[in-house]
C-alpha cells in the first residue's frame, strides 16, 4: 500500500533532459524569490522576467500599445490588435468596409499567482498577440497590482476597473489621435485568463453580473477560463498524485495563496473556494456568461477546476470542458491537435475571441502539463 502510493505521488509529465533542466532553472528561480517571511525579491523577479516593450510597428500582423486604464492607481493594460482583419467576424468582409468593422475584445488576465509575471511577460505577450492574430479580436491584457504588496481583493478591482474603462465610449478606439486602433465593439466582449488570471476573469465576470445595471454600454459574452487557481484546505486526490509537480506544486501553490488572501484566512475563502456562496454570488445572474474551462491532466488543481465547472452548471451556466491530454493519454501531440482543431471549430462560429483563447490555452495547457512553460506557475 505504501509502495503503491509513493508510485502515485511520482506522476509526471514526460519531458526530455533539456527540458527538465528548463523545468529545474524556472523552479529554483521562482522559489528564489520567494522568501520566508512573505516577500518577493523584486529585483531578482526583474532579472528572471524582463518585460517585453509595446510594438507600434506590427509583428505577425499584430500591434501592441500600452494604455493607461486608470491614471489615480496608476493602472496599466497592453492593447494588443490585428493591423488587418485576419479571421472570424472582423475579417469576414474584407475589403474597406472589413476594415472598420469594430473588434471584439478579449479583456485577458495573465498568470503567475497572482505575485509574478505583468503584461508585459514575453510569454504573455506572445500569447495574447496569437489571439488578436487568430480571432481578429483586441485583446485588453491587464497589469493588475500583485501581491504580496496588494492582496484581495486588489486585482478583481483593477478587474473591474478595466471593464469600466472599456464601457466609456470616450476611450473608444483608445488612440483616436493616431486613427490605426480600430473601433472596440462594446456587446462583444469577452473575459480570459490562464491559471491565477482566470481566477481573476471569473471573479471579475461574478462582480460584473452582480453589478451589470451600471454599465452603460459593455456586455460580457464570454468566459475563457484557463486551468483556473482554485483551491482548498482539504487535498484533492489530484493533489496528492501530483504533490511534486514541477512548477505548480502544492507547497509553491500555498505559500501563493498564504501571499494573497487576507491575513488569517485560509483556503475557504471566496477567492479560493469558487464553490462557497460568497465565491459562487452572481454566477446565477443573467448577466454572468457562459464559460469555457481548460483543464489541464497535469495540474494539481485540475479537481478544483471540475468543481468549478460542476458549480456553474449547477447554476444553471453552459460550460465547455476542454481536457488537455491526461497521464493516461498515449500521444500528447494527436491529442493536442485534436482539441483545438475541435473545440475550435465549434467556438469560432459564434465567438472568435473564445475561439482564438481556446487555441491559444491549449499552447499555454501543452506547456504547463508536458514542459511547463516559461508561462511560470499559478
Known amino acids: 500500500m505504501h509502495s503503491d502510493s509513493d508510485k502515485t505521488k511520482r506522476v509526471a509529465p514526460p519531458m526530455t533532459w533539456p527540458t527538465r533542466l528548463f523545468v529545474l532553472a524556472v523552479g529554483c528561480g521562482a522559489d528564489a524569490t520567494c522568501r520566508v517571511d512573505g516577500i518577493i525579491s523584486c529585483r531578482l523577479l526583474d532579472l528572471l522576467d524582463p518585460p517585453v516593450p509595446p510594438s507600434a510597428a506590427p509583428r505577425e500582423g499584430v500591434a501592441t500599445r500600452d494604455v493607461v486604464v486608470d491614471p489615480a ?26 476594415a472598420t468593422k469594430p473588434l471584439p475584445v478579449v479583456v485577458f488576465f495573465h498568470g503567475g499567482g497572482f505575485a509574478f509575471l505583468s503584461a508585459a511577460s514575453r510569454a504573455y505577450d506572445a500569447a495574447c498577440r496569437r489571439i488578436a492574430r487568430y480571432a481578429g479580436a483586441a485583446v485588453l491584457s491587464v497589469d493588475y497590482r500583485r501581491s504580496p504588496e496588494h ?7 483593477d478587474g473591474l476597473a478595466a471593464l469600466r474603462f472599456l464601457d466609456d465610449p470616450n476611450n473608444h478606439p483608445l488612440a483616436a489621435d493616431d486613427g490605426d486602433v480600430p473601433p472596440l465593439d462594446v456587446a462583444r466582449r469577452f473575459v480570459a485568463g490562464d491559471s491565477a488570471g482566470a481566477n481573476i476573469a471569473h471573479h471579475v465576470a461574478r462582480r460584473y453580473a452582480l453589478a451589470a445595471h451600471t454599465f452603460a454600454n459593455l456586455r460580457l459574452a464570454g468566459l475563457i477560463a484557463i486551468q483556473p487557481f482554485f483551491g482548498g484546505e482539504e487535498r484533492t486526490p489530484a493533489e496528492l498524485r501530483l504533490v511534486g509537480a514541477p512548477i505548480v506544486s502544492v507547497p509553491r501553490t500555498d505559500w501563493l495563496w498564504r501571499a494573497f ?8 475563502h471566496e477567492a479560493a473556494h469558487a464553490a462557497s456562496p460568497a465565491g459562487a454570488a452572481g454566477i446565477d445572474s443573467p448577466a454572468f456568461p457562459p464559460a469555457t474551462v481548460v483543464i489541464g491532466g497535469y495540474d494539481p488543481l485540475q479537481d478544483w477546476q471540475r468543481r468549478y465547472c460542476e458549480t456553474l452548471r449547477g447554476k444553471g451556466k453552459a460550460v465547455r470542458v476542454l481536457d488537455y491530454p491526461t497521464p493516461s493519454t498515449p500521444s500528447t501531440s494527436s491529442r493536442s491537435s485534436t482539441s483545438r482543431s475541435t473545440s475550435c471549430s465549434g467556438l469560432r462560429t459564434s465567438s472568435p475571441p473564445a475561439a ?23
Open 73 to 98: 492607481i496608476p493602472l496599466r493594460a497592453r492593447l494588443f490588435y490585428p493591423c488587418r482583419p485576419t479571421g472570424g467576424e472582423a475579417g469576414g468582409g474584407g475589403g474597406e468596409a472589413g
Open 151 to 157: 492582496r484581495y481583493p486588489t486585482p478583481y478591482d
Open 261 to 268: 488572501l487576507p491575513p488569517g484566512a485560509d483556503r475557504t
Open 356 to 378: 482564438a483563447a481556446a487555441a491559444a490555452s491549449t499552447d499555454l495547457s501543452a506547456s504547463r502539463c508536458t514542459r511547463t512553460s516559461s508561462c511560470g506557475w499559478g
